[in-house]
Nanobody, 117 residues
Framework: QVQLVESGGGLVQPGGSLGLSCAAS????????MGWYRQAPGKQREMVAT??????HYADSVRGRFTISRDNAKNTVYLQMNSLKPEDTAVYYC????????????WGQGTQVTVSS
């Protein structure tokens, strides 16, 4: 089993910045891709950014404003969010995929990000 523990999030004004982190523990062998997803009220969960050993991917809505990074020594993935907009308000979830188990998904508990003046 893999445990993902998120931290960060909170309330920020439009144009502000926030950082999220997600630490993975447990049976992390096979975890190649990690990422962040978000779900706003009444909407489906959507991919925000993912990172693997050799590539990163971003949703069009956050490209240029958000940066995903990873510290393999700490088994931790980060999401730096700049120039935040009210439409970025959502619960943000950390995700890890285990390639040895057919890309089985693991999820964190979620952390609220609210962008409001």
């Amino acid at each position: 089993q893999v445990q993902l523990v998120e931290s960060g999030g909170g309330l920020v004004q439009p144009g502000g910045s926030l950082g999220l982190s997600c630490a993975a523990s447990g049976r992390i062998i096979g975890i190649v891709t990690m990422g962040w997803y978000r779900q706003a009220p009444g909407k489906q969960r959507e991919m925000v950014a993912t990172i693997s050993s050799d590539s990163t991917h971003y949703a069009d809505s956050v490209r240029g404003r958000f940066t995903i990074s990873r510290d393999n020594a700490k088994n931790t993935v980060y999401l730096q969010m700049n120039s935040l907009k009210p439409e970025d308000t959502a619960v943000y979830y950390c995700n890890a995929k285990n390639v040895l188990l057919g890309n089985k998904d693991y999820w964190g508990q979620g952390t609220q990000v609210t962008v409001s003046s």
